[in-house]
C-alpha cells in the first residue's frame, strides 16, 4: 500500500496575507513551530487546527490542504 503525504499550501496564503508563521501561530493558538512543521510536511495537523487554518485565511480546508496518494504514473 503506498505512503500517503499531505500536501499543504500555508505558505503561498502566508505570503498573500504577509504575515509570517509567529503571527499565524498566535492566531490560531499553536507554536510557531507546529506552523513549521506543518508546512514543511514534517507533522499532519489535527482537524481542529486545519480548520482554524482555513477559517482564518477565510476559505476551504480543501482549499489548504491536499492528500497526495504518491501513486506511480
Known amino acids: 500500500m503506498p505512503s500517503q503525504e499531505l500536501n499543504n ?7 498573500i496575507k504577509n504575515i509570517s ?6 492566531a490560531i493558538g499553536v ?3 507546529t506552523i513549521n512543521t506543518i508546512e514543511t ?3 499532519i495537523p ?3 487546527i486545519a480548520l482554524k ?3 482564518y485565511f477565510q476559505t ?8 497526495n496518494d504518491n501513486k506511480p504514473a
Open 53 to 55: 487554518i482555513a477559517r
Open 41 to 43: 510536511g514534517k507533522y
Open 46 to 48: 489535527s482537524t481542529v
Open 9 to 15: 499550501k500555508i505558505k503561498i496564503h502566508r505570503v
Open 60 to 67: 476551504t480546508v480543501e482549499d489548504i490542504f491536499e492528500l
Open 31 to 33: 507554536t510557531r513551530k
Open 21 to 26: 508563521q509567529e503571527e499565524l501561530a498566535i
